[in-house]
């Protein structure tokens, strides 16, 4: 009961965004194959995936440091994220 506590007091947008990004980056690590012919193209997709994961990660420490409402810092991880997943989508 006390793990479940702990995980609905420390849970956030970033932290549940960046655990999302660690796993599935580890998920395409498991079962990528080299020989395949895009092979290092996948291993940028998730060497980018951890990166942003850690990036993520560090930036909802600072941010739980600064800002003490969870309920405006939620709100601001998830307009930061929509802003981020769209100039990825720009980019692409």
Do not use: C, H, P
Request: overall charge positive; cysteine-free; aromatic content about 26%.
């Amino acid at each position: 009961m006390k793990v479940l506590e702990f995980i609905k007091k420390n849970i956030s947008v970033f932290n549940l965004t960046s655990l999302i990004l660690f796993f599935y980056s580890f998920y395409l690590f498991i079962f990528l194959k080299q020989g395949e012919y895009f092979y290092y193209a996948v291993v940028a997709i998730i060497m980018f995936f951890l990166f942003l994961s850690l990036s993520l990660f560090f930036s909802d420490y600072f941010l739980n440091k600064k800002i003490r409402n969870r309920f405006f810092k939620n709100i601001l991880e998830f307009i930061i994220l929509i802003i981020i997943t769209s100039i990825i989508y720009k980019i692409l």
